[in-house]
């Protein structure tokens, strides 16, 4: 079993300013890893897939880095409306055998 | 596009069977290369993965629900569905249903349904 780790659970960021969020993988799952926003009382919504490819829509401010163990979400500037629960999720291999998520890092208006 | 919509029980009591089941609209669930998954996330916690069916029929549980789980898809009446057995009070959650692949070989969930609260009591 791939456990996924976020970090930090809570980040506190003023608008404009620049966000950084981990996620670390205990094997590595090459670059088969996706980025989720939720809102409270949204479903997910997909970011980033292939640790760096924005899904349709995603704004540029979004962006994904890394491979193997460790990756990176970066929000450039951060608007109102990008605060919320960010999760990781790896997919390892095709077609997956298992998907794990990430706990989370709620990123908070500081 | 494709659209998902769960439906089925909001209340499920202890030892009982869950089941629920996802609409698929704006799409023929037998075609484009999708696979069919249910996520959940109990209250004021992150997501789980419950398993997924892959289009050419496969299933792929989370070992820890592989015993109470069951995944299928009826083609007659483009949906798909949930059926977690023996259920508890920390199988309260939000399901959602969720695809992954069509065009893309990986398994980045780009469609989700609204989700749906179960709640296990007597």
């Known amino acids: 079993e791939i456990v996924m780790t976020q970090s930090p659970a809570t980040l506190s960021v003023s608008p404009g300013e620049r966000a950084t969020l981990s996620c670390r993988a205990s094997?590595?799952?090459?670059?088969?890893l996706a980025w989720y926003q939720q809102k409270p009382g949204q479903a997910p919504r997909l970011l980033i897939y292939?640790?760096?490819t924005r899904a349709t829509g995603i704004p540029a401010r979004f962006s994904g880095s890394g491979s193997g163990t460790e990756f990176t979400l970066t929000i450039s500037s951060l608007q109102s409306e990008d605060f919320a629960v960010y999760y990781c999720?790896?997919?390892?291999?095709?077609?997956?055998?298992?998907?794990?998520f990430g706990g989370g890092t709620k990123v908070e208006i500081k | 596009q494709l659209q998902l919509q769960e439906s089925g029980s909001g209340l499920v009591k202890p030892s009982q069977t869950l089941s629920l089941t996802c609409a698929v609209s704006?799409?023929?669930?037998?075609?484009?290369?999708?696979?069919w998954s249910w996520i959940r996330q109990p209250p004021g916690k992150g997501l789980e993965w419950i398993g997924y069916?892959?289009?050419?029929?496969?299933?792929y549980y989370n070992p820890s629900l592989k015993s109470r789980v069951t995944i299928s898809v009826d083609r007659s009446k483009n949906q798909f569905s949930l059926k977690l057995s023996s259920v508890t009070a920390a199988d309260t959650a939000v399901y959602y249903c969720?695809?992954?692949?069509?065009?893309?070989?990986?398994?980045?969930?780009?469609?989700w349904g609204q989700g749906t609260m179960v709640t296990v009591s007597s």
């Open positions: 969720a695809s992954f692949g069509g065009s893309r070989f990986d398994g980045a969930f780009d469609i």
């Open positions: 704006g799409g023929s669930i037998s075609s484009g290369g999708y696979s």
């Open positions: 069916i892959y289009h050419s029929g496969s299933t």
């Open positions: 094997q590595s799952v090459s670059s088969n």
């Open positions: 292939g640790a760096s």
């Open positions: 999720q790896q997919y390892n291999n095709w077609p997956p055998s298992f998907l794990t």
